[in-house]
């Protein structure tokens, strides 16, 4: 009886959380303008006044430029970062762990603000640069925890290996180190890229006027009304924000069978 009512409660949390998602997407089809039930049918008609939306699809090309550009910012500081940790005995390695994981530790208002509040004493403004550099500092813990998983279960004899042949560090890393980190990089890399296409509270503080990520032109638009539109965004949203980790995922499981059937 006990187990029983754990699976209720579970299956009742699991409802909480996504159901709300699947009303968004199934009201994004919904050929009423008013979303409401019962549907009067299925339309793809918002999603084609979306793409004629002209401040949404702006929206859409910041978000998407200003996630790539954080993913690889994030991603070779990242690397660069966790082969410093891990690979070398630095001076306080543990100290400059702790305070590159700390903006995971931070609630994500408390950083935006004091960024925001110390840029200002520093006498810069808002700009599209501060904004990615928000972007990389809240994102860069993540990806320096999973190449740190992934560089500690790689052999270091396997790269000593390399070099008591003839190879320089720099060769062992892009032919021997690299590819084994691959995954863990490429993982990181879709973690950078889907925290910054769905982060709103940082954006909200560092964008500059006129800049609109997705986000942000959601919250502007909820501002004035529940437009249908607003449905098409979403549910685009939660495409790329789901889709990106799992076809990581599928990377991940597809690069690992290929280097255990070379092993």
């Known amino acids: 009886m006990g187990w029983q009512m754990i699976r209720v409660w579970t299956v009742l949390v699991y409802l909480f959380m996504f159901l709300p998602i699947g009303v968004v997407v199934l009201l994004s089809f919904n050929a009423n303008q008013f979303g409401s039930f019962p549907m009067t049918g299925l339309s793809l008609r918002w999603f084609g006044e979306l793409f004629d939306n002209d401040a949404i699809l702006r929206a859409l090309r910041t978000s998407l430029w200003l996630g790539t550009l954080t993913a690889l910012i994030s991603t070779t500081l990242g690397v660069l970062a966790s082969l410093a940790l891990v690979r070398y005995n630095i001076p306080f390695r543990n100290t400059i762990s702790t305070i590159l994981i700390a903006p995971i530790l931070v609630p994500e208002v408390v950083l935006a603000v004091a960024l925001l509040l110390f840029l200002q004493f520093l006498g810069i403004h808002k700009s599209f640069t501060l904004l990615l550099f928000g972007h990389v500092i809240f994102t860069l813990p993540f990806v320096i925890l999973v190449v740190q998983a992934r560089l500690v279960s790689i052999r270091r004899d396997v790269e000593e290996a390399a070099m008591s042949l003839g190879a320089s560090p720099i060769?062992?890393?892009?032919?021997?180190?690299?590819?084994?980190?691959?995954?863990?990089?490429?993982?990181?890399?879709?973690?950078?890229?889907?925290?910054?296409?769905?982060?709103?509270?940082?954006?909200l503080f560092w964008k500059p006027g006129?800049?609109?990520?997705?986000?942000?032109?959601?919250?502007?638009?909820?501002?004035?009304?529940?437009?249908?539109e607003i449905n098409a965004l979403g549910t685009l949203m939660i495409l790329i924000t789901a889709g990106l980790p799992l076809l990581g995922l599928a990377i991940s499981r597809k690069l690992a069978m290929r280097r255990d059937r070379a092993d």
């Open 210 to 228: 006129g800049v609109e990520t997705v986000p942000t032109q959601i919250f502007a638009m909820l501002r004035n009304s529940i437009s249908p």
């Open 171 to 203: 060769q062992t890393f892009f032919t021997i180190t690299l590819p084994l980190l691959m995954p863990a990089v490429a993982a990181g890399g879709l973690f950078a890229f889907t925290i910054s296409f769905d982060d709103i509270t940082g954006t």
